[in-house]
């Protein structure tokens, strides 16, 4: 399973972004996805996951009220709507994905078996 993102950038702080993830694979939706940010010089977190049929949706809670996590099965995508951007948010995000049934959401990060290369998010004060 390959997975890209797409849709970093540089926001200014309060500014939205959407962040997209193509899926190299026709069962996409036997995956559950999630998203995790590695800011400079931290170690990767876990952002936002939504299971497999996109019924639930787990947040962390530093982006509960301004981020949505969504996914179009049918286009073997994922999204992450990212509202209120805040300097703290700067970072690297990645795409990752765990077939269904194989880890409780919301997962942990060495519980994502796929990874996509990151997008870099940068939001400015």
């Known amino acids: 399973v390959q997975l890209v993102e797409s849709g970093g950038g540089w926001v200014q702080a309060g500014n939205s972004l959407r962040l997209s993830c193509v899926a190299s694979v026709l069962t996409w939706r036997r995956y559950e996805v999630a998203w995790f940010r590695q800011p400079p010089g931290k170690e990767r977190e876990f952002v936002a996951a939504?299971?497999?049929?996109?019924?639930?949706?787990y947040y962390t809670d530093s982006v509960k009220g301004r981020f949505t996590i969504s996914r179009d099965n049918a286009k073997n995508a994922a999204f992450l709507q990212m509202n209120s951007l805040k300097p703290d948010d700067t970072a690297v995000y990645y795409c990752?994905?765990?077939?269904?049934?194989?880890?409780?959401?919301?997962?942990?990060?060495?519980?994502?078996?796929?990874w996509g290369k990151g997008t870099l998010v940068t939001v400015s004060a």
């Open positions: 990752t994905a765990v077939l269904h049934g194989s880890t409780i959401l919301p997962p942990s990060v060495d519980r994502m078996d796929y």
């Open positions: 939504i299971n497999w049929n996109g019924v639930n949706t």
